[in-house]
């Protein structure tokens, strides 16, 4: 696999950065700064991330399949394409609908 600094200057499909694998769910940072990250991850269906709360606001873009994501008490369907902000110190949590594919926006505080 690519070492992130390699991805650098090339054209390349966003689904790609990452494959699924059966009952997990898998991620790659693709970029690491002190001013914040961006990683890829893919969820087998059924799978998800439990609420928990982060210290900084992220963007999550969907890039294949379907998430139920609960903001607080808001729970939205997001599906290829869409995208959903992430505020920072509120509740969230994510369940893949079907095999699900996104990129996580995450930037800190300064």
């Known amino acids: 696999m690519d070492k992130p600094s ?7 499909k966003l689904a790609s950065l990452v494959d699924y694998q059966d009952g997990a769910v898998v991620s790659r940072e693709i970029i690491k700064k002190d001013t914040g990250t961006v990683t890829m991850f893919a969820f087998d269906e059924g799978q998800g991330l ?3 709360t982060a210290p900084f606001d992220a ?3 969907v890039a294949d399949g379907r998430a139920e ?3 607080a008490d808001s729970t939205s369907v997001a599906q290829n ?3 959903i902000i992430l505020p920072a110190e509120m509740p ?3 369940k893949a609908l079907t095999k699900f594919k996104m990129l ?3 930037i800190r505080k300064t």
Do not use: N, Q, T
Not at 6 to 12: N, P, S, T
């Open 81 to 83: 394409g869409d995208m």
């Open 6 to 12: 390699d991805l650098v200057g090339k054209a390349l």
């Open 59 to 61: 963007l999550v873009y």
């Open 50 to 52: 439990s609420e928990h």
């Open 104 to 106: 996580l926006v995450m």
């Open 92 to 94: 969230h949590a994510l």
């Open 69 to 71: 994501i609960r903001i």
